[in-house]
């Protein structure tokens, strides 16, 4: 994947992933990596958000865990003369 690349593949998942995850600028990772003995520019970093992210977002999605339904799906209504009562409404806090 990041074959050819003159920075090792940890920089470069390093870098993309500090700049989507934390909502920084590209100068503010620029500066991170500074610390770290690295001398990037931040179009360097811009290319590679840009080449990279779609191939993460889908490495990355594969072992997300799906978001579970709202526990109102639980919920039974029973509309009675145009006022809502429930018929069954489990309580949220209580583990199963």
């Not at 709202?70 to 209580?94: C, G, H, I, M, R």
Request: glycine share 6%.
């Amino acid at each position: 994947m990041f074959g050819g690349r003159h920075f090792d593949g940890e920089i470069i998942v390093l870098c993309v992933r500090v700049y989507l995850r934390y909502k920084l600028s590209l100068r503010d990772v620029v500066e991170m990596m500074a610390e770290r003995g690295l001398s990037l520019a931040h179009t360097t970093i811009l290319r590679w958000v840009r080449r990279y992210t779609p191939e993460f977002v889908k490495r990355w999605n594969r072992f997300a865990t799906p978001a579970g339904r709202s526990w109102l799906d639980n919920v039974s209504f029973l509309y009675e003369t145009s006022q809502q009562v429930y018929l069954f409404a489990p309580d949220p806090f209580k583990v199963c």
